[in-house]
């Protein structure tokens, strides 16, 4: 069983999903108060995650996490404390406005859901994608 664990990895995509496009809280309340929101994410996704995972910015709203000897099922339950995370969280802003968001989340898993690690990445994509599209707030798995 060792053996096996040892040769697994996930890949978690996330993305802040409270106003369909992150754009929205930059028009909205400006710059620099999307670059606080995006801080307060960041934070929250780590303290969300285990201590040998990377949190990382890949651009705009969109966080991922890499994660290695991580199965499917313990790479979900890592997601779900995520998600669960950010939706209880409250974000008070400088003028006292109170802001909630959530956030979408794709897993891929190398063995278990993607033969090829090297396409991790692009699957935690679609799963992601397929998150957005049930309605965001939620947690997909690839395959």
Known sequence: MGESIQRT?????????R???????????GHSTGDEVLRQFASILQKSVRKED?????????FSVIMAKTTSTEAFEIAER????V?????????????SITVSIGIATYPENVEDGFKL???????????????RNCTMVAG
């Open 9 to 17: 990895a996930s890949v978690i995509k996330s993305d802040c999903s």
């Open 19 to 29: 106003y369909r496009f992150f754009k929205k809280i930059n028009d909205t309340y």
């Open 54 to 62: 990377t949190v990382s910015r890949n651009g705009g709203e969109e």
């Open 82 to 85: 995520i998600r669960k995370n």
């Open 87 to 99: 939706m209880d969280q409250r974000i008070q802003l400088a003028d006292g406005t109170i802001l």
């Open 121 to 135: 990445y692009h699957e935690a994509d679609k799963a992601l994608y397929q998150a957005k599209a049930q309605g």
